[in-house]
Each structure stands twice: as C-alpha cells, then as structure tokens.
C-alpha cells in the first residue's frame, strides 16, 4: 500500500488552525479557578519548578480522549483544599468536581468544548452500589454520548519531559502512544480500544474468580478476536501510511524516523487473511486461559510494541543519542501534523512540555519555525521562557506564581 503525498507549504498557510482562543479552569490542580485568553499561534508558560505550567497543558489535554498527559486519575485532578485555603473562585461547582471548558476556533469557526468530572451512582457485581465518578465533555453544551468523540472536533497532540525515554521505557507508554497517533486519523480506534479493555477484564474476573463458565468465556474471546484484529489492522495501516508520508515528504532538519509494529497479531496480518488472524487469536485466549493468571505473556494486542528506526543511520531509536531520539520524537510529531493536515484537513494542537530540553538552539528554533509554518497552536513551558524569544512576535508569554498566571505584556527581553 503506497499513497503519494506531496507537501507544499502554501497549502498550509491557506489553511485556518485550530487552537484555543480561552481556557478556564475549575477547581483544577493547582488552580481554584483560571481563564485565559488567547490570541497567539504560541503561548509560552515560564514559572519555577512546581508553579504549576504542566497542569495548564494537562488541562488543555483533557480537551482530547483518554486520562490526559499524565494519565491521570480522576480524582487526583481535584485541587486539594489544603493547597488552595487562600484561592478563591467565582464560580460555584460541587465540591468533588473539576472542569475544563474552552473556546475553540477551528477553520473559522467557533465551539465550546467542556469536560467535568460528575460522580455517579453506580450498582456492583454483587448487588451493592457505589459511588464512582467519570468524566463527562460537552461540544456547544451539548452533551456527547462518548469522551472518543472528541476527536472528531479536535486533535491535541503532547510532547512531556517523560518521553525523552519513550524509547527506552516499558512497551507500555510506546504502546498509548502509537494508539494516539491511530486514533488521531481514526477516531474509532478508542472506542475499540476501550471495548477490548473491557471484555479483557471480564475475561480476566471470570479466571480469577474460579467459577468457570465456558459458554461465557467462549463468548468473550469470540468477541476480543474480533475486535483485536480490528485493532491491530487500524494500527498497521495507519504506521504503513504515516511511513510513506514520510519517506515521501522527509524533513529538511529532523531525521526521519521509520516506524514499524512488533506484535504478533500485527505481524501476522502481513500474510494472514484476517479470518485466519482472528481465529488464531481466538484460540491463542483459549489456550492462556490456564496460565494467564500466572504468566500473561500472550499475543494480544495488549501486547504490541512500537519501534522507531533512525532510517539514515539505519539504527534502532533507543540505541541513538539522548538527543537523537528527541529529534526522532519530533520528526514523528511532525509528521503525524503533517500527515493530519492532509488526511483530515484537522490541524492539530501541540502541548509541548519542556521541550527545548536534550534539544540544541538550532534544532529547538527549527522546530518552533516549522510548527508556525504549519499554522498550528501550541502550548509550550519552560523555567527559562528566553528558550522561546525566537517566536516572540507570534507568542504570548505568561508567568506562573502563586497560582496566578500573569501575561508579559511589555519589556519581554528583560523580564525573561
Ligand atoms: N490536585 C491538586 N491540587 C492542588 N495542587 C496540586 C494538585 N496536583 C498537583 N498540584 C500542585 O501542582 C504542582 C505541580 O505543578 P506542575 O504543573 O507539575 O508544575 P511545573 O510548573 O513544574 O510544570 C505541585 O507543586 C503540586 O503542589
Ligand atoms: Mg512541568
């Protein structure tokens, strides 16, 4: 499979971004209540350690599916009263609550999106009811049926200081990553994902609990066979097509990273018809069943690992440089932005943590430039905003202290 691409920077300046015009948060982190307002392609966040620049981009990425840029837990977003005795918040929301609501503008026009947290009442396995809570998001107040469709609207995709080892850690965080990039071109990748996860425990409860039910068990595998291999056929064409973009349109500066899927079920769809693929996977959970609880070692997609090749040097990303794999990192987020222009005319919006770390002057100002040239927003932080007076006449920078987020609004170069 080989589609042709060509990139002309015209045909990105013709385009109108997304980005965020306000943002306001409650009772989020460490902030009681914040509203900014927005009206650059870039928006720089300085402030010390711990001031509080990593929540503001975590809150814009709860504008997007799934636990956000630090994989959060619902209930840890919350601010902690004992944090926040001294702020005050004009609004009023219950108390065990947090939300996120912004003003988007995308190819020119305008929608709110809004995500809160709402605790619900909910009946257990065992007859008893407790209480948990989930997030809910709003488009235009309207509220959506699932988190998964916020990628219809929008596109946000993180760099954290986290992923300078993304090569180099658990297949674990490479493996959410690769499911973004999917999901960002194919929207119904989470709700597989989330309908795998799903049947995957239940699987699980029901072998743990010893009370073996074949007719159900059997049920589920039919089921995760089936949407398993859909998962792994949406991770292969989207890698196979976002590799030949990028064969095709490589980058003047950053190295071109190759990317390939280690997974058995992925792998085996090179030469398998599905069916087969399915059935193999079908049987491959009949046969853990006996071991799984022991020894979960098996061929699920859960399993699946993402390797990125430096394709000049023809090395494996975690055997390059500190720095290299960042530029690897990069040149990836480029062309998935890229490639997201032209597929889906959807301009992604970048939250790019510390990034000017293991990143020498000039490849941290090429990047900034080639992000302008895209037309896209992006959020960026940093203890020393001096990193970013390159983008000054397109950014607006603001200082965190005290949980107060203050914009520089005259003599830049000296409060930097
Ligand atoms: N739920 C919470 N409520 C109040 N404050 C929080 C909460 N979670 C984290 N914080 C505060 O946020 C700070 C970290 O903010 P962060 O955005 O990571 O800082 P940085 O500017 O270094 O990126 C911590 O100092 C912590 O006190
Ligand atoms: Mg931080």
Same mark, same amino acid.
């Given at each position: 499979?080989?589609?042709?691409?060509?990139? !002309?920077?015209?045909?990105?300046?013709?385009?109108?971004?997304?980005?965020?015009?306000?943002?306001?948060?409650?009772?989020?982190?460490?902030?009681?209540?914040?509203?900014?307002?927005?009206?650059?392609?870039?928006?720089?966040?300085?402030?010390?350690?711990?001031?509080?620049?990593?929540?503001?981009?975590?809150?814009?990425?709860?504008?997007?599916?799934?636990?956000?840029?630090?994989?959060?837990?619902?209930?840890?977003?919350?601010?902690?009263?004992?944090?926040?005795?001294?702020?005050?918040?004009?609004?009023?929301?219950? $108390?065990?609550?947090?939300?996120?609501?912004?003003?988007?503008?995308?190819?020119?026009?305008?929608?709110?999106?809004?995500?809160?947290?709402?605790?619900?009442?909910?009946?257990?396995?065992?007859?008893?009811?407790?209480?948990?809570?989930?997030?809910?998001?709003?488009?235009? $107040? %309207?509220?959506?049926?699932? %988190?998964?469709?916020?990628?219809?609207?929008?596109?946000?995709?993180?760099?954290?200081?986290?992923?300078?080892?993304?090569?180099?850690?658990?297949?674990?965080?490479?493996?959410?990553?690769?499911?973004?990039?999917?999901?960002?071109?194919?929207?119904?990748?989470?709700?597989?994902?989330?309908?795998?996860?799903?049947?995957?425990? %239940?699987?699980?409860?029901?072998?743990?609990?010893?009370?073996?039910?074949?007719?159900?068990?059997?049920?589920?595998?039919?089921?995760?066979?089936?949407?398993?291999?859909?998962?792994?056929?949406?991770?292969?064409?989207?890698?196979?097509?976002?590799?030949?973009?990028?064969?095709?349109?490589?980058?003047?500066?950053?190295?071109?990273?190759?990317?390939?899927?280690?997974?058995?079920?992925? %792998?085996?769809? !090179?030469?398998?018809?599905?069916?087969?693929?399915?059935?193999?996977?079908?049987?491959?959970?009949?046969?853990?069943?006996?071991?799984?609880?022991?020894?979960?070692?098996?061929?699920?997609?859960?399993?699946?690992?993402?390797?990125?090749?430096?394709?000049?040097?023809?090395?494996?990303?975690?055997?390059?440089?500190?720095?290299?794999?960042?530029?690897?990192?990069?040149?990836?987020?480029?062309?998935?932005?890229?490639?997201?222009?032209?597929?889906?005319?959807?301009?992604?919006?970048?939250?790019?943590?510390?990034?000017?770390?293991?990143?020498?002057?000039?490849?941290?100002?090429?990047?900034?430039?080639?992000?302008?040239?895209?037309?896209?927003?992006?959020?960026?932080?940093?203890?020393?905003?001096?990193?970013?007076?390159?983008?000054? $006449?397109?950014?607006?920078?603001?200082?965190?202290? !005290?949980?107060?987020?203050?914009?520089?609004?005259?003599?830049?170069?000296?409060?930097?």
């Amino acid at each position: 499979m080989s589609v042709a691409f060509h990139l !002309d920077t015209d045909f990105y300046k013709a385009k109108v971004g997304s980005a965020v015009k306000r943002l306001t948060l409650v009772n989020f982190r460490n902030y009681k209540y914040l509203r900014l307002n927005i009206g650059a392609p870039f928006v720089v966040l300085s402030g010390e350690n711990g001031s509080g620049k990593t929540n503001v981009l975590e809150a814009v990425s709860f504008l997007s599916q799934g636990r956000g840029l630090r994989n959060a837990k619902l209930s840890e977003v919350k601010t902690f009263d004992f944090l926040a005795a001294t702020q005050q918040s004009p609004v009023f929301i219950n $108390n065990n609550g947090w939300a996120v609501s912004a003003q988007v503008e995308r190819g020119g026009e305008e929608f709110n999106i809004g995500t809160a947290v709402e605790s619900i009442v909910k009946e257990t396995n065992y007859n008893e009811v407790k209480e948990v809570e989930r997030r809910i998001v709003q488009v235009n $107040n %309207q509220k959506l049926a699932s %988190q998964n469709e916020l990628g219809q609207y929008l596109s946000i995709i993180w760099v954290t200081p986290q992923m300078d080892r993304l090569f180099q850690t658990g297949a674990q965080a490479r493996r959410s990553f690769l499911d973004r990039i999917v999901y960002a071109f194919d929207t119904s990748h989470a709700r597989r994902l989330a309908a795998y996860d799903n049947l995957y425990r %239940q699987w699980l409860q029901i072998l743990k609990s010893g009370n073996i039910n074949d007719s159900w068990l059997v049920a589920l595998e039919d089921q995760m066979a089936g949407i398993g291999v859909a998962i792994a056929a949406a991770r292969r064409e989207q890698i196979q097509k976002l590799n030949d973009f990028t064969e095709q349109n490589p980058d003047d500066i950053f190295p071109t990273a190759q990317l390939s899927l280690d997974g058995t079920i992925e %792998q085996m769809l !090179d030469d398998k018809p599905a069916i087969y693929v399915e059935d193999f996977y079908r049987e491959s959970l009949f046969n853990q069943r006996r071991n799984i609880l022991y020894n979960d070692s098996g061929n699920g997609i859960n399993k699946t690992d993402l390797l990125a090749l430096y394709k000049k040097k023809n090395v494996p990303a975690e055997l390059c440089s500190t720095g290299e794999q960042k530029s690897l990192l990069l040149s990836i987020i480029l062309a998935q932005a890229r490639f997201l222009i032209h597929t889906r005319g959807l301009p992604p919006i970048l939250l790019l943590d510390e990034i000017a770390a293991h990143l020498d002057d000039i490849k941290r100002d090429a990047f900034l430039y080639k992000i302008r040239e895209l037309n896209l927003q992006a959020w960026l932080t940093s203890t020393t905003p001096s990193d970013f007076l390159s983008i000054k $006449n397109s950014a607006q920078f603001f200082t965190i202290k !005290d949980n107060m987020v203050n914009e520089i609004a005259e003599g830049l170069e000296a409060a930097v």
